[in-house]
């Protein structure tokens, strides 16, 4: 199962194992943050996530819903990695894993086909060029697609009245917010998160749109990664452990 310079990492909530590497991006507490930011709702009966990296999304979505669940990336390895970590954990039947350029949705999909999106993109503006990139780069930075394309993918997958889920870097969220609403989409529900809560700015903003809706939006209470004493918070030990 495994291959070289590859190891077997345990997600203890699900007892759930991954395989990750050095060698690839490796997923962190934004994957989980977002994950269990996610409401999936009964009308929902089609699922996607965006960047999916090495599935862990997919995977943490499947323990919250039985609907199937399509994972799109664009890394030829970590599609590899992706697809061995669902055989693995016995996802086959629910999560299936597209090597695919989101730029190229058009090519592959029909428009409006799912009803529910999650992304966890490239978080830094990039303009070098796309020769000799590391899988690290590509993951890291908007060398392959922006956030505008990714939005673009988004609104023409997405159902009317669909939800697309997104977590970002807090200082890009007036960026993000205009462009949810110059596709169509409106922000209903935002939570900011700290590392700390002596620190003065957020970390990540966690994201729910809507498509074609009018919801109004609704900003939950601040979410703290660790306590004074550097540990994990109980709300942050509650996401990693249930």
Known sequence: ?????????????????????????????????LANFVHVTKRVKTIADFCTGNGIIPLLLSYKTKKPITGIEVQERLVDMAKRSIELNDKSTQIEIEHLDLNDVKLKYNHSVFDL?????????????????????????????????????????????GKFYMVHRAERVHEI?????????????????????????????????????TALVKVLPPLYIYDENGTYTKEVEEIYYG
């Open 1 to 33: 199962m495994l291959k070289e310079n590859e190891r077997l990492d345990e997600l203890y909530r699900e007892n759930m194992q991954i395989i990750q590497s050095e060698e690839t991006f490796s997923f962190s507490i934004d994957a989980l943050l």
């Open 117 to 161: 999106i999650t992304v966890n993109p490239p978080y830094f503006k990039n303009n070098q060029p796309t020769h000799r990139l590391t899988h690290h780069e590509i993951a890291r930075s908007e060398v392959l697609i922006d956030l505008k394309g990714i939005i673009e993918a988004a609104r023409y997958l997405i159902n009317n009245k």
């Open 177 to 213: 917010i205009s462009l949810l609403h110059e596709h169509n989409f409106t922000v209903s529900k935002l939570q900011f998160v700290y590392s700390k809560r002596t620190n003065e700015t957020a970390h990540f903003v966690l994201v729910e749109s809507i498509f074609n809706s």
